[in-house]
């Protein structure tokens, strides 16, 4: 495998704790649709489109509806979120993340966000994390939501390096899925029942070093 030059980091779950404000705000409008949404369906959501996310929720709900109203739903979902992380600092900064990302630009590697999210901005900004990053690419400039690949292979084009060199870091399937597609090495941040497709799985990025990254990208699993 080619020397790693770079990282590239989902958002929520992996540097920030914002998955908890998109699980509130969903349950709170299946509660208005009239049905349950639950901890274990909201897995289903992680790293997914704010699209794509509606119609899943809907989905377990039964319903189906016509796009002007799934467009004012999910209006209605980012106003409740937006509320949420409107109010964040940096004491929502995931315990080792920013450590993490301060030590890879200390030994010379690039950062990029990598982020369905169209309030990235919003979050790094709120918890000042954004001068961390060498390129970001979240939600508002990307076509396709994950597991299409596109953020990562944006992210790496615009850092100029190889998808080879790259690692990539995510809580969610469908991430892990994109950044394979994307033809990068990704550690899971979360379960290894959940994100066992993942090159490795560490429960936060307070179990990560440098030099642990280096010798994962050149063990035979990477």
Same mark, same amino acid.
């Given at each position: 495998?080619?020397?790693?030059?770079?990282?590239?980091?989902?958002?929520?779950?992996?540097?920030?704790?914002?998955?908890?404000?998109?699980?509130?705000?969903?349950?709170?409008?299946?509660?208005?649709?009239?049905?349950?949404?639950?901890?274990?369906?909201?897995?289903?959501?992680?790293?997914?489109?704010?699209?794509?996310?509606?119609?899943?929720?809907?989905?377990?709900?039964? &319903?189906? &509806?016509?796009?002007?109203?799934?467009?004012?739903?999910?209006?209605?979902?980012?106003?409740?979120?937006?509320?949420?992380?409107?109010?964040?600092?940096?004491?929502?900064?995931?315990?080792?993340?920013?450590?993490?990302?301060?030590?890879?630009?200390?030994?010379?590697?690039?950062?990029?966000?990598?982020?369905?999210?169209?309030?990235?901005?919003?979050?790094?900004?709120?918890?000042?994390?954004?001068?961390?990053?060498?390129?970001?690419?979240?939600?508002?400039?990307?076509?396709?939501?994950?597991?299409?690949?596109?953020?990562?292979?944006?992210?790496?084009?615009?850092?100029?390096?190889?998808?080879?060199?790259?690692?990539?870091?995510?809580?969610?399937?469908?991430?892990?899925?994109?950044?394979?597609?994307?033809?990068?090495?990704?550690?899971?941040?979360?379960?290894?029942?959940?994100?066992?497709?993942?090159?490795?799985?560490?429960?936060?990025?307070?179990?990560?070093?440098?030099?642990? &990254?280096?010798?994962?990208?050149?063990?035979?699993?990477?």
């Amino acid at each position: 495998m080619s020397p790693i030059k770079a990282c590239l980091f989902d958002l929520d779950g992996v540097l920030v704790d914002t998955a908890k404000y998109h699980y509130l705000a969903w349950q709170r409008l299946a509660y208005e649709l009239g049905f349950e949404f639950t901890e274990q369906d909201n897995e289903k959501l992680k790293g997914v489109s704010r699209m794509a996310s509606l119609d899943i929720l809907l989905s377990i709900g039964g &319903l189906s &509806l016509d796009e002007s109203i799934k467009n004012e739903l999910a209006t209605r979902k980012n106003d409740w979120y937006f509320q949420s992380i409107s109010t964040m600092d940096h004491s929502e900064i995931l315990s080792g993340a920013l450590e993490f990302v301060k030590e890879c630009r200390d030994h010379g590697l690039k950062i990029a966000l990598g982020s369905a999210s169209k309030n990235a901005m919003t979050i790094l900004n709120n918890t000042g994390l954004t001068p961390y990053f060498d390129v970001i690419i979240d939600g508002t400039r990307t076509a396709s939501a994950k597991p299409d690949p596109e953020v990562f292979i944006l992210g790496a084009a615009e850092l100029g390096v190889l998808p080879e060199q790259c690692v990539v870091f995510e809580d969610a399937e469908a991430g892990i899925e994109a950044a394979r597609r994307a033809g990068m090495a990704c550690v899971g941040i979360g379960s290894p029942q959940t994100l066992g497709s993942a090159d490795f799985v560490i429960p936060s990025l307070q179990n990560m070093s440098v030099d642990r &990254l280096q010798e994962l990208t050149t063990d035979s699993c990477m």
